[in-house]
């Protein structure tokens, strides 16, 4: 048995400390969503069908469903079948906690990752404002690059006003 790797070249670092676990973390997301009950191939829904759906509760649904089975004229005109009805409603109980879920899951994530951020952006800024104060001595000629950097990178990009659309003026008849 050989400890020669089977790529050839040498190893690749990651990028930082936590990138090879956030990987092995998307590949089981990445996983889990293919493995999830969905259409093969689903079309995009449009905002309005989206908002159809979600406007629509499991309650209407089933009366959706009674109202076919109690008159089977009225769902034969419109195509609606009740057992249909009903697995939409079994889905979206079913499945509806594991959107909670994944919803908890995605705010736990990014709650973790602004706790870090904070933590390291009060220190960049208050390095910053320290460093202001020493490029104005002697001394500090060599960090004000540095400073000016810090200064266009810690500086929050503003939004444009809107130019001003010219007013039409109205001619005379």
Do not use: C, W
Request: hydrophobic share 45%; net charge positive; aromatic share 2%.
């Amino acid at each position: 048995m050989s400890n020669v790797p089977d790529i050839p070249g040498p190893a690749k670092e990651p990028a930082n400390k936590f990138t090879p676990d956030a990987q092995e973390r998307m590949t089981r997301l990445r996983t889990m969503a293919a493995e999830f009950p969905d259409e093969v191939d689903p079309k995009p829904l449009t905002p309005a069908e989206l908002r159809l759906a979600r406007s629509t509760s499991a309650a209407a649904l089933e009366n959706a469903a009674v109202l076919v089975e109690a008159a089977p004229a009225v769902g034969d005109a419109v195509a609606a079948d009740p057992v249909e009805l009903r697995d939409a409603i079994a889905f979206e109980l079913a499945y509806g906690g594991v959107r909670d879920e994944a919803r908890v899951l995605a705010r736990r994530i990014d709650l973790a990752i602004a706790r870090r951020k904070l933590k390291a952006a009060k220190a960049a800024r208050g390095l910053y404002r320290v460093a202001k104060g020493v490029v104005t001595v002697d001394a500090g000629d060599s960090v004000r690059p540095h400073v000016t950097e810090m200064k266009q990178a810690l500086r929050g990009r503003r939004r444009k006003k809107p130019a001003a659309a010219p007013v039409p003026v109205a001619a005379k008849q």
